[in-house]
């Protein structure tokens, strides 16, 4: 009777990782519905955390709907891909075309992905050895510092990283904590005298034929160049086509709307399924978390760095703030540096300008995947 | 007798040969390990100068179109 009971009862196979992950899923969907922080993104991830580590459900297991769409969305790489049409389509990059010097921050913010990476390969296979980290984890774990959920998922499926679900849970959890990690590192950086810096409006708007070339002038800069980062690029600038050619607006917004919400949902809820105990509770799960934060420190301190150096080069012209944009999380660090700007000097409004090195930074976290993916594979 | 520390103890050669083993092991697996590092220095250099390289292109591309293509109401005011 005891054995048919613990067959069908699922608390009676309850173990102290399930528990902590009921927990943990608990604290996710509270910090998405009771305080706000990215709800579209915690939510369903602390949902399909729930759902994942419920005993004897079987929803992540293989065959349940969870491995399902792990399978048919992760795996297969299909939902970064979608999500990043329905990206594409959301963003103007007009702030980032009226200022293209920006995509140098991009491309400087991009220095925590490398240094993580190569932080992660030291303790792991490649000297010490005090961790699982071989070199394809430790590419996977520094593109967490691309501090984009979408080029995450690829990069570490591509790679088939070992950590995957880990990553994926890291990169989204620190884009909702954006807010909390960059303002300390910006405000040790720069003087109040720098972050008062107001910038110069620029003047002009930018026309409609160049708004539709870029996309596609883009994708084949970048495809020919770094080849790897094709099926990203293709996809962010396609939907961002859709957006800017005019003509057709219904695919737009499908774009941003239906496709990026049903897609949305999907992502939140298989990556959420990922999170199952047994494989998530490991102590190299604490440190993918723990050099995750230090990728986005480095992408945030290399940026503004290069700010500061802009800063000098123009004449005092650029707030070196603008540099911590360059990481891509969009539109969180555009909205960190205008209000710790407006914080400095309540008529400095610096949200055009950092959104202009966001959105580079956005195309420059998708080379730096494809760059990676790219490199690592040479050197095995 | 190949070596020995005073003339009366004599070093067995096998044990020699395990020493010189385990010596040469080490040795290599440090050479190893700093080629690994090495190989992963590349990758950050290569990447890090890939990035801007690319980005440096496509910033000149960006300038060219902004100059070729200007906006209409801009060349209107200048006509």
Redesign the interface.
């Known amino acids: 009777m005891d054995m048919a009971a613990g067959e069908f009862l699922g608390f009676l196979n309850l173990n102290w990782q399930a528990v902590a992950m009921l927990v943990i899923s608990g604290v996710l969907m509270w910090l998405g519905i009771a305080k706000k922080v990215e709800p579209v993104l915690l939510v369903p991830i602390g949902f399909g955390c729930m759902l994942a580590n419920i005993p004897l459900g079987g929803a992540a297991e293989a065959g349940g709907f969870l491995a399902v769409l792990r399978e048919a969305g992760i795996h297969t790489e299909i939902f970064p891909l979608l999500i990043f049409i329905g990206i594409g389509a959301m963003i103007d990059f007009e702030p980032f075309l009226q200022r293209p010097y920006t995509i140098f921050l991009g491309a400087a913010a991009q220095f925590g992905i490398f240094a993580t990476f190569i932080l992660a390969y030291f303790l792991g296979d490649g000297w010490l050895q005090v961790l699982d980290f071989s070199l394809k984890d430790a590419a996977a774990i520094g593109i967490i510092g691309s501090a984009d959920g979408p080029t995450s998922i690829y990069v570490a499926t591509m790679l088939q990283s070992k950590y995957t679900a880990a990553i994926v849970v890291a990169a989204y959890s620190y884009m909702a904590l954006v807010p909390l990690i960059q303002p300390p590192i910006i405000k040790a950086m720069c003087s109040k005298e720098e972050r008062a810096l107001k910038m110069p409006s620029v003047a002009g708007t930018i026309s409609r034929r160049t708004k539709i070339l870029f996309p596609i002038i883009t994708v084949l800069v970048v495809g020919l160049l770094a080849p790897k980062a094709t099926p990203l690029i293709g996809c962010l600038m396609f939907g961002n086509l859709l957006r800017e050619c005019g003509v057709v607006e219904r695919l737009s917004l499908a774009a941003q709307n239906e496709l990026a919400n049903i897609v949305t949902i999907l992502l939140g809820i298989t990556v959420g399924g990922m999170m199952a105990g047994t494989e998530f509770l490991r102590p190299e799960t604490i440190l993918v978390f723990m050099l995750g934060i230090v990728a986005f420190s480095l992408d945030t301190v290399a940026g503004v760095l290069l700010g500061k150096l802009m800063c000098v080069l123009s004449g005092r012209k650029i707030n070196p703030m603008i540099g911590a944009c360059g990481i891509s999380a969009f539109p969180m660090s555009s909205r960190v540096v205008q209000k710790l700007g407006l914080e400095a000097n309540p008529y400095n409004h610096l949200l055009m300008h950092a959104a202009g090195a966001n959105v580079a930074g956005q195309i420059a976290s998708v080379v730096a995947g494809g760059v990676m993916l790219m490199l690592v594979p040479m050197f095995i | 007798m190949i070596f020995s520390l005073d003339s009366n103890t004599p070093i067995p050669a096998d044990a020699l040969t395990a020493t010189i083993a385990l010596l040469y092991h080490h040795i290599s697996s440090a050479r190893q390990?700093r080629s690994?590092?090495l190989?992963?220095?590349?990758?950050?250099l290569?990447?890090?100068a890939?990035?801007?390289?690319?980005?440096?292109?496509?910033?000149l591309?960006?300038?060219l179109?902004?100059k070729l293509?200007?906006?209409?109401?801009?060349q209107e005011k200048k006509g």
């Open positions: 390990e690994r590092m190989n992963a220095l590349w990758i950050v290569l990447g890090m890939i990035i801007f390289a690319v980005l440096g292109i496509l910033l591309v960006m300038i179109l902004g293509f200007k906006p209409r109401e801009k």
